[in-house]
Structures are given as C-alpha cells and as structure tokens.
T-cell receptor, first 112, second 113 residues
Framework: EPEVTQTPSHQVTQMGQEVILRCVPI?????FYWYRQILGQKVEFLVS????????KSEIFDDQFSVERPDGSNFTLKIRSTKLEDSAMYFC??????????FGSGTRLTVV | AQSVTQLGSHVSVSEGALVLLRCNYS??????LFWYVQYPNQGLQLLLK??????LVKGINGFEAEFKKSETSFHLTKPSAHMSDAAEYFC???????????FGTGTSLTVIP
C-alpha cells in the first residue's frame, strides 16, 4: 500500500536554529498538508498546498514557517528560527482529491 | 471554526467487551467525518469515513461508526475489543468546502486482558 514517508523520525535542534522536515507524499497525490501535535494536545492544522502554492494556512503558520515542493516528489516544512514551543510531532499528509488523507508516521521535533 | 468533541480522554474496556468512543461536532451543515487511529510512535491511520450515503459506515479492524445528524454525532464502535485495539483514536471533520481537517483531542483506549 502506498505510504507517505517522513524523515527524520526524530530531530533535536537548538533554539534559534533552522530546521527542515521532509516528506515524500504518495506519488499521484495532488494535495499536501502539514499538521502538528504538541505532546498531549490535539492534532492541529498548519498548512495545505495545492498546485504549487499554499491553499490554506492556520494562524500557527506564521512567517517563521514555509513550505516547498522543490522537485515534484518532496514536500518540506521549514522553520526558520525554532522556539521551544515548536517542539511537537509534525505530520505530513497527502490526498488525491482533498478528501481522506494518508498521513506519514511523523517527525518528532525537540527544540532545546 | 469547527469544533470536535471527544468525550472521555481515556477509555478502558475488557478484552471482548464493546468499544464505544464518542464524537460530537459543531456544524449546522453536516461535514465529512473521519476516525483515525494512532498506534504508539506511528502516524495516523484512517479507520473509516463518512461523506454521503449510508449513515452506518464500516471500517478496518471491525470498527464501525454511525452518523446521526440529529445528534451531531459520529460515535465509533466495535462489538468485541481485542488487545491490539489499544491505541489513540481521533475523530476529525472536514467541511465539504475547503480541505482543512479539524481534530478532536483524542481518546486513549486501553484494553484489559
């Protein structure tokens, strides 16, 4: 069964550093998403991406965040200057038609 | 914004007993409804979804859910719990316009042998 692949599974970074989280969506999917889950809290929407541009973003997705689909297969989330409160599990998801998603297994980001 | 309420952050059932995980949503227009399961250190796996049509939806691993518009609910059930069902379960909604999902806070299911 096709999978969404996320790397790395766990990343530790120092506060203020830039971090890039990588995702390989399912190859024929057209819609791409990032969600995050702070420990013990609900899964929160960050951003959706379609047709090479952001289609929706939440208030969490401020100027410190950016997304890119650099080569037609990868979908990345960049955090420019990490804060302690960015520590969370980040999930990438993709969808063919914008309905049921397939989620990746997540990247656990720890900011120290 | 939409909200999704999952009553009971922790539910414990005995092996073989009925599993009932509750989900209510706030929307005047019926949204699309989903249940996801998250096993430890893994991603979110789709259990089942309701978009249109039959209100009783069957999913993987013997789970099913019923959309009740009058109650704005989409409770998840399984007749007989198995040890392997122990996981975190998330209810989610998506409006039929827009792509954003709104998740509940999750229910942790423990199955007691």
């Amino acid at each position: 069964e096709p999978e969404v692949t996320q790397t790395p599974s766990h990343q530790v970074t120092q506060m203020g550093q830039e971090v890039i989280l990588r995702c390989v969506p399912i190859s024929n999917h057209l819609y791409f998403y990032w969600y995050r889950q702070i420990l013990g809290q609900k899964v929160e929407f960050l951003v959706s991406f379609y047709n090479n541009e952001i289609s929706e973003k939440s208030e969490i997705f401020d100027d410190q965040f950016s997304v890119e689909r650099p080569d037609g297969s990868n979908f990345t989330l960049k955090i420019r200057s990490t804060k302690l409160e960015d520590s969370a599990m980040y999930f990438c998801a993709s969808s063919l038609r914008g309905d049921g998603y397939t989620f990746g297994s997540g990247t656990r980001l720890t900011v120290v | 914004a939409q909200s999704v309420t999952q009553l009971g952050s922790h539910v414990s059932v005995s092996e073989g007993a009925l599993v009932l995980l509750r989900c209510n949503y706030s929307s005047s227009v019926p949204p699309y409804l989903f249940w996801y399961v998250q096993y430890p250190n893994q991603g979110l796996q789709l259990l089942l979804k309701y978009t249109t049509g039959a209100t009783l939806v069957k999913g993987i691993n013997g789970f099913e859910a019923e959309f009740k518009k009058s109650e704005t609910s989409f409770h998840l059930t399984k007749p007989s719990a198995h040890m392997s069902d122990a996981a975190e379960y998330f209810c989610a909604v998506r409006m039929n316009t827009g792509n954003q999902f709104y998740f509940g806070t999750g229910t942790s299911l423990t199955v007691i042998p």
